[in-house]
């Protein structure tokens, strides 16, 4: 079975700081890996996607995300946070052939000015 | 596209009343998921179809829900009789299976739903 861990339900930071938002998961089989973001009163949009192409990961609005097998992590990073950024943050892990997605349970990223 | 479609946006309502939430897919995709959100229990899948066919409805709570897929462009979830304890958002998703590739699902805005 496949399952997520996001450490921290909330991360704050200043404004050009660097965010980190870190997530672990367990899988049996190959993941593929997901960074959703969340924007308050609004549904779930993908940042960004593992699915074993190439170990780091370029998404939308500057994320990245780095997948570490050895690790079992694949971590959300910005080198520079904005205001806008301000959401919650959702770590999801999906086996090869499998539809469900398995969410962490989220970390809600501050940025203060 | 339009993206997922869901309907209502916001919902309230009295205990033991009946409620439908309505979801439109992305034209094409032949995969469709519902969740329920809740500050408690985060995210959680409800029931996914293929096809229009229920694949997995393990995560429905209980008979009083119920999800059907008529056709392929239109879903619904239905709560009879509603509780307050069933108040939480809830976003339909759907995916287009690529048969390989990690599918990406693509939510719609939610239906918040509030039972007093």
């Known amino acids: 079975a496949q399952s997520v861990t996001q450490l921290g339900s909330h991360v704050s930071v200043s404004e050009g700081a660097l965010v980190l938002l870190r997530c672990n998961y367990s899988s049996s089989v190959p993941p593929y890996l997901f960074w959703y973001v969340q924007y308050p009163n609004q549904g779930l949009q993908l940042l960004l996607k593992y699915t074993s192409a190439a170990t780091l990961v370029k998404g939308i609005n500057g994320f990245e995300a780095e997948f570490k097998k050895s690790e079992t992590s694949f971590h959300l990073t910005k080198p520079s946070a904005h205001m806008s950024d301000a959401a919650e943050y959702f770590c999801?892990?999906?086996?090869?052939?499998?539809?469900?997605?398995?969410f962490g349970t989220g970390t809600r990223l501050l940025v203060s000015p | 596209d339009a993206g997922v479609i869901q309907s209502p946006r916001h919902e309230v309502t009295e205990m033991g009343q009946e409620v439908t939430l309505r979801c439109k897919p992305i034209s094409g995709h032949d995969y469709l998921f519902w969740y329920r959100q809740t500050m408690m229990r985060g995210l959680e899948l409800l029931i996914y179809?293929?096809?229009?066919?229920?694949?997995?409805d393990s995560g429905m709570p209980e008979d009083r829900f119920s999800a059907k897929m008529p056709n392929a462009s239109f879903s619904t979830l239905k709560i009879q009789p509603s509780e307050p304890r069933d108040s939480a958002v809830y976003f339909c998703a759907s995916s287009l299976s690529s048969g390989g590739a990690g599918d990406t699902q693509y939510f719609g805005p939610g239906t918040r739903l509030t039972v007093l």
């Open positions: 179809f293929n096809n229009n066919v229920p694949i997995d």
């Open positions: 999801a892990v999906k086996g090869t052939g499998f539809q469900k997605l398995v």
